[in-house]
């Protein structure tokens, strides 16, 4: 039965728009038939590095994304924290000043870089960094595996500076980070 749902929800999700997507999220929160969960509301929690994977779970994230435009945008699902994980040979820490990185030149946010704007070079820098970011999928039964993050092809118009659309082990999510702003 819950496959079913989500097999439903998921052709649902995939004939609307994004911006009806954030619109239906927003008026959930507001009509108080979702849980509404502000990451870093007071702008404190420095660095910090999540992937809220897409699910029916009644839980809603916002962020503030897209440098110094400021955007919110919302996420239904579940949150699953990735600032501790290692990657690459050295066995190093997840660095989300890479990922901003990508959306500056020097010291200025080049917030209009978002979606299919951003240039080539950069989009390929953003892949690179992004396939570097091990997901852990686990069970009780100890059959954990590990796969590396993909940028999700499908929605790269989505993308902009803390809000990264990737696939999972556990399927589609955004990788989500503190915005420069």
């Not at 994980?85 to 989300?96: L, V, W």
């Not at 997901?135 to 954990?144: A, I, M, N, P």
Request: charged content about 25%.
């Amino acid at each position: 039965m819950n496959g079913d749902i989500e097999s439903l929800r998921a052709r649902w999700l995939s004939t609307r728009s994004f911006a009806d997507e954030q619109t239906y999220l927003a008026a959930r929160v507001r009509l108080n038939q979702a849980r509404y969960v502000f990451l870093d509301a007071d702008g404190t929690l420095e660095p910090w590095l999540v992937v809220v994977i897409q699910h029916l779970t009644a839980v809603v994230y916002g962020t503030q994304c897209a440098g110094v435009r400021t955007e919110v945008r919302f996420i239904e699902g579940y949150l699953v924290p990735l600032g501790g994980s290692k990657c690459g040979a050295e066995d190093e820490k997840i660095d989300p000043s890479a990922l901003i990185e990508v959306f500056h030149e020097g010291d200025a946010c080049m917030w209009s870089w978002e979606g299919n704007a951003l240039p080539k070079e950069r989009m390929r820098r953003l892949e690179s960094l992004v396939e570097q970011i091990p997901y852990w999928r686990c069970t009780l039964s100890g059959q954990d595996t590990k796969r590396n993050l993909r940028l999700d092809a499908n929605r790269t118009d989505q993308i902009t500076e803390a809000w990264i659309p990737v696939e999972t082990a556990d399927g589609p999510g955004v990788l989500l980070y503190k915005n420069c702003d």
